[in-house]
């Protein structure tokens, strides 16, 4: 077992949702060594995602799949700290945000924090467009958050002061570009919206727009142009699914 010493007892709780991320989920738990409980939450791994998870020391609750925003709640009611700092099995802590929120746990009076997460496409670091900065609420006290949304959108959300911390959060949800193309066709699925035409044909070009324009896209080069290049396809995909009924 790996583990670097809690906060104190019972304080913070990391939770992870995972399901066949053998690959990844020791990284993940590394990264929040410092929390003092690490709960896996596992919806049917068939490789060996539970064994490396218990081998490093976390605490593993297998569970069935009900979806993204009743899965997360699920590892909130899971967690048994003051305070939860909610991740994907893609996701890591680097070492400014776990100093950052080990200064903040136990001794502030909100109630969640923001961090920033910032996505790497393919092995690219990208630092513009939808990648950076990736606002998301993901350290809260138990008692007063819970996730909302509509899968896969989920939204962490919190009943009282929000505060944001340093650091960021480094996600790397993509393994190679056929993946990328199966989350797309899988997530539009779930997220197909009726529209008009307008919609198919406005907002892909407004995301891209957006992406590479407004929020400097195109200063990540290729990586950049691609990664936002998909957005809008996901865009585009979402709407004429919803539309067309073709799911």
């Not at 992870?16 to 896996?40: G, M, P």
């Not at 650091?167 to 797309?184: F, K, M, N, Q, V």
Request: some cysteine.
């Amino acid at each position: 077992m790996e583990w670097r010493g809690g906060i104190g007892p019972g304080v913070l709780s990391a939770v992870i949702i995972a399901k066949n991320e053998a690959d990844r989920i020791e990284a993940a738990i590394r990264s929040v060594a410092f929390a003092d409980e690490v709960v896996v939450l596992d919806s049917g791994s068939e490789d060996d995602t539970v064994a490396r998870a218990v081998a490093l020391g976390a605490r593993v609750v297998c569970t069935d799949w009900p979806g993204f925003v009743a899965q997360k709640n699920r590892a909130l009611q899971a967690a048994a700290g003051e305070w939860v700092l909610s991740l994907d099995a893609d996701e890591r802590v680097d070492e400014a945000l776990a100093t950052a929120i080990i200064a903040v746990v136990g001794s502030s009076d909100a109630d969640g924090f923001v961090v920033n997460r910032r996505t790497f496409w393919l092995g690219h670091r990208l630092a513009h467009g939808h990648a950076w900065p990736d606002p998301r609420v993901r350290l809260v006290r138990a008692a007063r958050a819970r996730w909302v949304g509509h899968d896969p959108h989920d939204l962490l959300a919190v009943d009282g002061r929000v505060g944001t911390l340093t650091g960021e959060l480094l996600h790397d949800p993509y393994r190679s570009l056929a993946e990328h193309l199966a989350t797309i066709d899988r997530y539009t699925r779930l997220d197909a919206r009726r529209g008009s035409v307008v919609d198919v044909l406005v907002r892909p070009v407004w995301h891209l727009f957006r992406a590479l324009v407004l929020r400097r896209g195109l200063l990540d080069g290729w990586p950049g142009v691609a990664f936002a290049g998909l957005g809008a396809f996901y865009t585009f995909l979402k709407w004429t699914r919803g539309h067309l009924d073709l799911r």
